[in-house]
């Protein structure tokens, strides 16, 4: 069994900064892509960006330039440094990992963090 957790979510007023992570714990052997999706009320949950193992990164067009993912390969984790936040990035967050496991390849879901952009 494999579990994510999510942090770093908050309120921010806009052109400010958050920085999310995501550790993943329980029986991994190795986990491939990593990354993070959104969804805010009434939208469909949507792509933010995507990291895999060796590091090659994907992006959502209304992100790009603005938000970097990253991960450590060593913790489990991964992470996304969102600069310039506007009021249409309020969603929730979740992180989501491709984990091998005893139980075999299996995509994990975080619970989510919110993030509000406002003044």
């Known amino acids: 069994q494999v579990q994510l957790v999510e942090s770093g979510g908050g309120l921010v007023q806009p052109g400010g900064s958050l920085r999310l992570s995501c550790v993943a714990s329980g029986s991994i052997i190795r986990i491939y892509d990593m990354g993070w999706y959104r969804q805010s009320p009434g939208k469909q949950r949507e792509l933010v960006a995507i990291?895999?193992?060796?590091?090659?990164?994907n992006y959502a067009d209304s992100v790009k330039g603005r938000f970097t993912v990253s991960r450590d390969n060593a913790k489990n984790m991964v992470f996304l440094q969102m600069n310039s936040l506007q009021p249409e990035d309020t969603a929730v967050y979740l992180c989501?990992?491709?984990?091998?496991?005893?139980?075999?390849?299996?995509?994990?879901w975080g619970q989510g963090t919110q993030v509000t952009v406002s003044s």
């Open positions: 989501n990992a491709d984990i091998q496991s005893y139980s075999g390849i299996i995509p994990s």
């Open positions: 990291i895999s193992r060796l590091g090659y990164t």
